[in-house]
């Protein structure tokens, strides 16, 4: 009988705890950098929100498929 793989587990739940702050600041500040389009700023703070929607995707895939294989390996 196979068990649960804890410490892959725990690993998998770290990258989706650390997906989840940015899937909410990436699209906050992408609406922040679009209603400011004059700002000298505008550019790096939406390659900054673009940056952290992208982490977020990443590390959810990441996590759900560490997760996957602590219960299924």
């Not at 739940?13 to 609406?31: R, T």
């Not at 209603?35 to 000298?40: A, D, G, L």
Request: proline share 5%; no cysteine.
């Amino acid at each position: 009988m196979k068990h649960t793989n804890k410490s892959l587990l725990l690993k998998g739940l770290n990258f989706l705890a650390g997906a989840l702050p940015l899937s909410f600041i990436g699209p906050v500040v992408l609406f922040s950098s679009f209603k400011n389009t004059e700002s000298p700023w505008f550019i790096p703070v939406l390659i900054f929100a673009l940056i952290a929607m992208a982490a977020a995707i990443f590390l959810m895939f990441k996590g759900i498929s560490t997760v996957m294989k602590s219960l299924f390996d």
